[in-house]
């Protein structure tokens, strides 16, 4: 079985440009995360999803920053206006049923704001 | 809100060495869970403890919860260079909780 994807796994964007990262979850993973990493950091939770609830947001920077799951399986996260601080790893993970179930990653997608 | 804080921060060792890292919750863990992420790639779920005081083993690796499971430990048997890599420790806070990860530590092994 295939698991956790991200798309691309390289973004380079001029800065004030918009930008969307990509999350496949592993099929029937009802819980679904986002994290951004920079550089010898740890993980900066954004973003919950856990199935039809409403989304726990209480991570996001700023207003630059959104996220929607469509279908309770893809999910992406989109920022506007980019900004050079932006630049890190986006990390998506889902897991099984409950937000404390053990969390699957995907690789990662490496932005990059000039 | 919750907050796990993980100590050292930074270990470097001698290939061989002993190593532990500690995992501390403002709030009482309903599991713990340890995860592995290598230089450049994704962290990787290790092991999950859910009972307090519960030790588990994994060839070098030995894992503990604590009684009041609100902190646990990870202690590594003569260190290895494939041990390189940052750990986090990571707990709900409930059942229907997410997720929060500690702030890691990261280990060096030299030769």
């Known amino acids: 079985g295939a698991g956790v994807s991200q798309s691309p796994s390289n973004k380079v964007t001029e800065k004030g440009k918009d930008v969307e990262l990509r999350c496949d979850p592993i099929?029937?993973?009802?819980?679904l995360y986002w994290y951004r990493q920079s550089l010898g950091q740890g993980l900066e939770f954004l973003i919950y999803?856990?199935?039809?609830?409403?989304?726990?947001k209480s991570g996001l920077p700023s207003d630059r920053f959104s996220a929607e799951r469509t279908g309770g399986s893809v999910s992406t996260l989109t920022i506007q206006r980019t900004q050079q601080e932006d630049s890190a790893v986006y990390l998506c993970a889902s897991s099984l049923v409950a937000g404390a179930d053990t969390q699957y990653f995907g690789p990662g997608t490496r932005l990059t704001v000039l | 809100g919750q907050q796990v804080m993980q100590i050292p921060q930074y270990q470097h060792v001698q290939e061989g060495e002993d190593f532990t890292t500690y995992c501390n919750s403002s709030t009482t863990l309903s599991n713990i869970q340890w995860y592995k992420q290598r230089p450049g790639g994704h962290p990787v779920f290790l092991i999950q403890?859910?009972?307090?005081?519960e030790v588990k083993k994994q060839k070098r690796l030995t894992f503990q919860f604590g009684e009041a499971k609100k902190n646990s430990s990870l202690h590594i048997t003569a260190t290895q260079t494939t041990d390189v890599g940052t750990y986090f420790c990571a707990g709900p806070a409930g059942t229907a909780s997410k997720l929060t990860f500690g702030t890691g530590t990261r280990l060096q092994v030299t030769l």
């Open positions: 999803f856990q199935g039809n609830s409403a989304p726990d």
């Open positions: 403890l859910v009972k307090s005081g």
């Open positions: 099929s029937g993973h009802t819980a």
